[in-house]
């Protein structure tokens, strides 16, 4: 297990295109999380899988962002007409069922740059 | 609701010298607590984390925090600092009754010189 792999690693788009942003989670976590953190801010909290149901969304998350995890996998975020205030890391993270999410915390991967021009 | 407060979004220390990252809580019930470390463009690595079993906490690269709720603190320190401890340090805490999410503190981006 290589732990969890985000990729690409680097984006650059140009105002108004979509993007996609894929996680690989550490396989045996069912709990799956987008966070999104802008420059010399904490990570905000986006949206949790819990294998494939998206359970909850933040206020963050506009009807321009989706995100899916087909089949309880991996997941994928897709930002629509892009704006330059996407611009930011978009950081993926993975937790065990349970209990076992407080207790473990989390494992982040390496994040996705997102800059818009 | 839970929340952590980071005081200082900057410090700066000189090598050897001692490492306090101060962060504060306000939880209603007894709170799930972690330290983050980020460096640069990468993701967040688990530092260590309280989950009620000891009020000391050890984690990795001889950092430790201390649980404190007459404080409401969760102070994390390291005696003697080192070059590569510089980088963007995060507090957070888990919210109960929300899927165990973690809300993080705004960060504090520590500096280690000569």
């Known amino acids: 297990d290589t732990g969890v792999s985000q990729n690409p690693r680097h984006k650059i788009t140009k105002r108004g295109q979509n993007v996609t942003f894929r996680c690989d989670p550490i396989s045996e976590h069912n709990r799956l999380y987008w966070y999104r953190q802008t420059l010399g801010q904490g990570p905000e909290f986006l949206t949790y899988f819990q294998n494939e149901a998206q359970l909850e969304k933040s206020r963050l998350l506009s009807d321009r962002f989706s995100a899916e995890r087909p089949k309880g996998s991996f997941s994928t975020l897709e930002i629509q007409r892009t704006e330059q205030g996407d611009s930011a890391m978009y950081l993926c993270a993975s937790s065990p069922k349970g209990q076992g999410a407080a207790d473990y915390g989390y494992t982040f991967g390496s994040g996705t740059r997102l800059t818009v021009v | ?114």
């Open chain 2, 1 to 114: 609701a839970q929340s952590v407060t980071q005081l200082g979004s900057h410090v700066s220390v000189s090598e050897g010298a001692l490492v306090l990252l101060r962060c504060n809580y306000s939880s209603s019930v007894p709170p799930y607590l972690f330290w983050y470390v980020q460096y640069p463009n990468q993701g967040l690595q688990l530092l260590l984390k309280y989950t009620s079993a000891a009020t000391l906490v050890k984690g990795i690269n001889g950092f430790e925090a201390e649980f404190k709720k007459s404080e409401t603190s969760f102070h994390l320190t390291k005696p003697s600092a080192h070059m590569s401890d510089a980088a963007e340090y995060f507090c957070a805490v888990i919210i109960s009754g929300g899927y165990n999410k973690l809300i993080f503190g705004a960060g504090t981006r520590l500096a280690v010189h000569p």
